[in-house]
Nanobody
Framework: VQLQASGGGLVQAGGSLRLSCAATVSTFTTYAMGWFRRAPGKEREFVAAIRYTGRTTIYGDAVRGRFTISRDSGKNTVHLQMNSLKPEDTAVYYC?????????????????WGQGTQVTVSS
């Protein structure tokens, strides 16, 4: 399974970005998908995850209410809509796939990882 993340960039505080993660395998539809991020000098942080059905989503405390995860199974793609961005959201964002169907906040549960996309929020 290969995951290709895209959509990162530079945005001012208060702005929005939409990240996408495309999977190369049709069985993507049975995987839980997640987004994590790593800021310079900090540990990897859970951002959001979604059940394979798309009906269950979970979010990290730092992004809840501002970010929305969704999936388009027909296109083997998961999205992360990021609104009201803050400078502290600056990080490399990674998408990940979990062969189990239930979304989780634990990075060790994920089996496949994308290459990451840089998000920079200026103040």
């Amino acid at each position: 399974v290969q995951l290709q993340a895209s959509g990162g960039g530079l945005v001012q505080a208060g702005g929005s970005l939409r990240l996408s993660c495309a999977a190369t395998v049709s069985t993507f539809t049975t995987y839980a998908m997640g987004w994590f991020r790593r800021a310079p000098g900090k540990e990897r942080e859970f951002v959001a995850a979604i059940r394979y059905t798309g009906r269950t989503t979970i979010y990290g405390d730092a992004v809840r209410g501002r970010f929305t995860i969704s999936r388009d199974s027909g296109k083997n793609t998961v999205h992360l809509q990021m609104n009201s961005l803050k400078p502290e959201d600056t990080a490399v964002y990674y998408c990940a796939a979990d062969r189990t169907t239930v979304p989780t906040t634990h990075a060790d549960n994920y089996d496949y990882w994308g290459q990451g996309t840089q998000v920079t929020v200026s103040s």
